[in-house]
């Protein structure tokens, strides 16, 4: 059984909190001026949880997949949409009640130009393909995008491992996977500066290839693991140097790129022993990344309630701070019931069904 990297699950919940906070309303009240370009970065949470994925399904299941065989992909499946389809499931339905007890959706705050509550996009829903460039917009539960992305990645997981990485020979592994993370990169940075769309877009429309450059970057990070000294001081180095280098690209394209680099190299970094890992791995963040993904996909719907309720004037005499900080208390909240009474319950059903010992333990699923 694969050993468990806790600061990799506590790193989750940063990567969650970001795209929370992103979604907050951009109100002077809130935060100080110099925190807002923070903010409204928030969306690369999301392209780090992309990275983890590939990373920790890679660092779990490797060995597993070198022979491909149907029972194998199946069991792995299986596992995944356990750990995913529940919630997504749970969240769907009450979006559907909502829509149903309130008409054409005035409840959802987010529009694309179309209406995003129509029975074809329910469908893609269910069948987790709604970003899958078969909508023009946002639909129902909105930041379930990603989680179709997720899906899209995961059916291609087993046979990236059987057909490319398990063929490279031991001594080549690491040229191969330099190889393949300097193209990977100069690929995503291409192609932000030459698609119209910024990356924040990049959801039901590109969400395939925001994934298919992130997931099997993720990949190659645990497999050039082996080969990094014990010392984590250039790793360090680097993380330092790529967010240097950022900083000063704010309002340009290339921001979203470096910024990605330097979550990579952080992955590799928690990888590792050190004190950044040791923080990492603190019981208290650790719970946090384990409803992380409840924390994500519940939170859209929470803001809306908070944002219907802020719009007419149903603060209960909260001013904006204490308000938007009832707000965060009632997602965590909500999110550790969702987590104890969806996720753990499946995740435990998935373990005596599931007889293929092919479960992930910390993976990067949003």
């Not at 179309?114 to 329910?122: A, F, Q, R, S, V």
């Not at 996909?297 to 308000?323: E, P, T, W």
């Amino acid at each position: 059984m694969t050993s468990k990297i806790n600061a990799l699950t506590g790193l989750r919940a940063p990567a969650a909190l970001w795209v929370v906070w992103f979604h907050l309303p951009n109100l002077p009240s809130l935060f100080p001026d110099f925190l807002l370009p923070i903010q409204l970065k928030g969306y690369l949470g999301v392209d780090l949880f992309f990275l983890l994925s590939g990373f920790v399904l890679a660092y779990v299941y490797h060995e597993k997949f070198k022979i491909l065989s149907l029972p194998g992909i199946y069991h792995f499946l299986k596992a995944r949409l356990a750990r995913i389809y529940p919630l997504h499931l749970t969240l769907l339905l009450i979006y559907v009640a909502i829509t149903c007890l309130s008409g054409p959706l005035h409840f959802n705050t987010v529009r694309l130009g179309e209406e995003p509550t129509t029975l074809d996009t329910l469908i893609y829903n269910l069948f987790l393909i709604h970003a899958w460039e078969t909508t023009r917009y946002l639909s129902w539960n909105v930041v379930s995008w990603s989680i179709s992305a997720e899906w899209f990645a995961y059916l291609c997981f087993p046979f990236f491992i059987c057909f490319f990485w398990s063929r490279v020979p031991e001594n080549r592994q690491l040229c191969f996977n330099l190889a393949v993370i300097l193209l990977l990169s100069l690929a995503l940075a291409s192609l932000l500066l030459h698609i119209h769309l910024p990356l924040q877009d990049w959801t039901f429309h590109l969400g395939l290839l925001r994934v298919a450059l992130e997931f099997p970057l993720g990949m190659c990070l645990f497999f050039i693991r082996p080969y990094l000294p014990s010392n984590n001081f250039w790793l360090y180095a680097l993380l330092v140097l790529t967010i240097g280098i950022s900083l000063p690209l704010v309002h340009s394209k290339l921001f979203d790129f470096w910024l990605i680099l330097s979550q990579a190299i952080l992955i590799l970094t928690l990888s590792n022993k050190g004190r950044l890992t040791q923080f990492f791995s603190s019981p208290w963040l650790v719970y946090l990344g384990e409803i992380s993904y409840s924390i994500y996909m519940s939170h859209s719907l929470i803001r809306n309630v908070f944002q219907y309720a802020y719009n007419h004037h149903l603060n209960f005499g909260l001013g904006d701070k204490f308000f938007w900080l009832l707000y965060l208390v009632t997602v965590l909240g909500v999110s550790h019931l969702l987590y104890q009474i969806i996720e753990v319950p499946m995740r435990n059903y998935i373990r005596k069904t599931n007889t293929h010992p092919s479960r992930a333990h910390n993976g990067g699923d949003l």
